[in-house]
């Protein structure tokens, strides 16, 4: 499985960005795919999840404000982000789910500026 995410930009406090994770090989395999968010100093941590193309699950953080979905025939994973904060800052990686094995994008930077 390999995974290409990109969207990323620099938007103002309040903008919307939408990142796309396109999946490409046994995609059939993936129970899961979930964007990853990592600051400088900081953990990367689990933003949004979506399992088996319609479980979705959220951090508390962006919980209201960022939407995960899937779109099966074009293999590809997005992650709409609307009210967009400072904090939300940081490089977002997709990550998929074969079984318990992770497979990770590249990362894409996501800047918000106050």
């Known amino acids: 499985v390999q995974l290409q995410a990109s969207g990323g930009g620099l938007v103002q406090a309040g903008g919307s960005l939408r990142l796309s994770c396109a999946a490409s090989g046994t995609t059939e395999m993936l129970n899961a795919i979930g964007w990853y968010r990592q600051t400088p100093g900081k953990q990367r941590e689990l933003v949004a999840v979506?399992?088996?193309?319609?479980?979705?699950n959220y951090a508390a953080s962006v919980k209201g404000r960022f939407t995960i979905s899937r779109d099966n025939a074009k293999n590809t994973v997005y992650l709409q982000m609307n009210s967009l904060k400072p904090e939300d800052t940081g490089v977002y990686y997709c990550?998929?789910?074969?079984?318990?094995?992770?497979?990770w994008g590249q990362g894409t930077q996501v800047t918000v500026s106050s």
């Open positions: 990550q998929g789910l074969v079984g318990s094995n992770p497979y």
């Open positions: 979506i399992i088996r193309g319609s479980v979705t």
